[in-house]
T-cell receptor
Framework: EAQVTQNPRYLITVTGKKLTVTCSQNMNHEYMSWYRQDPGLGLRQIYYSMNVEVTDKGDVPEGYKVSRKEKRNFPLILESPSPNQTSLYFC?????????????FGQGTRLTVV | DAKTTQPTSMDCAEGRAANLPCNHSTISGNEYVYWYRQIHSQGPQYIIHGLKNNETNEMASLIITEDRKSSTLILPHATLRDTAVYYCIVRRSSGSARQLTFGSGTQLTVLP
């Protein structure tokens, strides 16, 4: 089954404690991205990757890092989480180029930073 | 990417067709209309997309006006599980378009 898998689904952590949210897709998609969703602000892109070792900032990259060492994985790293990073996070993947159809989204990771 | 305008909310009776409108008057010739939906706090789900011809798949139909300034997503027989926020997005199909820009969407509530 085609899917994007995020882990963990829920996470409560303390300010400053490094954490990683994993994202994996099984569709051989080139393009992957991370979004955060906050009430009243909608979905905003954090980082995206157009292929292995190619990443770039989205609209709200501050406080986040990503890596793309393999095509299927695109982890989101919070080196020193702060309470304003409390949010619902989504990973997405899609094909690049041409008429790509739709993007596939993971089920989300609800992060709380206290 | 062109901006879209959607009603904030709509209701629909179960079993009836749900028609969700979207205005995209500044759409350019190489931009597609995409529809996604998000059921409460789940990941957005792709529904359908089109350029200028009407499109249909197992989930919905997409009607695009001839001038391409507006479109309508049709769920032919809405069920309670179709209650969700529906997003209309206009974007280029090529890989250079780096993101999907989600607006506020339309909250569709299917009533029993």
């Amino acid at each position: 089954e085609a899917q994007v898998t995020q882990n963990p689904r829920y996470l409560i952590t303390v300010t400053g404690k490094k954490l990683t949210v994993t994202c994996s897709q099984n569709m051989n998609h080139e393009y992957m991205s991370w979004y955060r969703q906050d009430p009243g602000l909608g979905l905003r892109q954090i980082y995206y990757s157009m292929n292995v070792e190619v990443t770039d900032k989205g609209d709200v990259p501050e406080g986040y890092k990503v890596s793309r060492k393999e095509k299927r994985n695109f982890p989101l790293i919070l080196e020193s989480p702060s309470p304003n990073q409390t949010s619902l996070y989504f990973c997405a993947s899609s094909l690049m180029g041409g008429l790509t159809g739709g993007a596939f989204f993971g089920q989300g990771t609800r992060l709380t930073v206290v | 990417d062109a901006k879209t305008t959607q009603p904030t909310s709509m209701d629909c009776a179960e079993g009836r067709a749900a028609n969700l409108p979207c205005n995209h008057s500044t759409i350019s010739g190489n931009e597609y209309v995409y529809w996604y939906r998000q059921i409460h706090s789940q990941g957005p789900q792709y529904i359908i997309h089109g350029l200028k011809n009407n499109e249909t798949n197992e989930m919905a139909s997409l009607i695009i006006t001839e001038d391409r300034k507006s479109s309508t997503l049709i769920l032919p027989h809405a069920t309670l599980r179709d209650t969700a926020v529906y997003y209309c997005i206009v974007r280029r199909s090529s890989g250079s378009a780096r993101q999907l820009t989600f607006g506020s969407g339309t909250q569709l509530t299917v009533l029993p």
